[in-house]
T-cell receptor, first 115, second 111 residues
Framework: GAGVSQTPSNKVTEKGKYVELRCDPI?????LYWYRQSLGQGPEFLIY????????DSGLPNDRFFAVRPEGSVSTLKIQRTERGDSAVYLC?????????????FGPGTRLTVL | RKEVEQDPGPFNVPEGATVAFNCTYS??????FFWYRQDCRKEPKLLMS?????NEDGRFTAQLNRASQYISLLIRDSKLSDSATYLC????????????WGLGTSLAVNP
């Protein structure tokens, strides 16, 4: 079946602009996660959704970052007033139930470059 | 100290070699442990979960030592296609859904 998809695959923007990154999880997966990965680093947790609600947003670096999942499926990560330090690959993952032991399936990521 | 630590490598080994990676974690109450594989410019993919009793999947063996708080991954008979970064992942105690990732260990298998 279809895996996790993310759009766009690449996004180049200028400092100060607003961007939206989209994640379409595996159908039926109730849990959805956003991560950020910089070169040479492991993924860094940003936010986790269980259904429509953000169960844990403690990884969002500041109030410029916001994410929604209004219908419990597709999620959008929104970044306001982008900064050069926001440049990274933004990964989305989904899992069946969101328990600690279930497998997270990742999308291919969106490579964000802030000039 | 980082919550999850790995030797970043790189490990350069010839085909057919056996290679082992270790990972240490700081929170003794962590419950779930995984090894993910990530190819260059690709997303991470689950290689295997790590159970207390140890588990094996073909050429790959994972072990957990709770007393010493480390996880290991053993790859036997290395193939060229095993070249990748191997990420150690641990769930943060008290919050099953937040996984903490190591920086990854880079493996290059050479012909």
């Amino acid at each position: 079946g279809a895996g996790v998809s993310q759009t766009p695959s690449n996004k180049v923007t200028e400092k100060g602009k607003y961007v939206e990154l989209r994640c379409d999880p595996i159908s039926g997966h109730t849990a959805l996660y956003w991560y950020r990965q910089s070169l040479g680093q492991g993924p860094e947790f940003l936010i986790y959704f269980q259904g429509t609600g953000a169960a844990d947003d403690s990884g969002l670096p500041n109030d410029r970052f916001f994410a929604v999942r209004p219908e419990g499926s597709v999620s959008t990560l929104k970044i306001q007033r982008t900064e050069r330090g926001d440049s990274a690959v933004y990964l989305c993952a989904s899992s069946t139930a969101g328990t600690g032991g279930d497998t997270q399936y990742f999308g291919p990521g969106t490579r964000l470059t802030v000039l | 100290r980082k919550e999850v630590e790995q030797d970043p490598g790189p490990f350069n080994v010839p085909e057919g070699a056996t290679v082992a990676f270790n990972c240490t974690y700081s929170n003794s109450a962590s419950q779930s442990f995984f090894w993910y594989r990530q190819d260059c410019r690709k997303e991470p993919k689950l290689l295997m979960s790590v159970y207390s009793s140890g588990n094996e999947d073909g050429r790959f063996t994972a072990q957990l030592n709770r007393a010493s708080q480390y996880i290991s991954l053993l790859i036997r008979d290395s193939k060229l296609s095993d070249s990748a970064t191997y990420l150690c992942v641990v769930n943060r105690a008290g919050n099953n859904r937040k996984l903490i990732w190591g920086l990854g260990t880079s493996l290059a298998v050479n012909p």
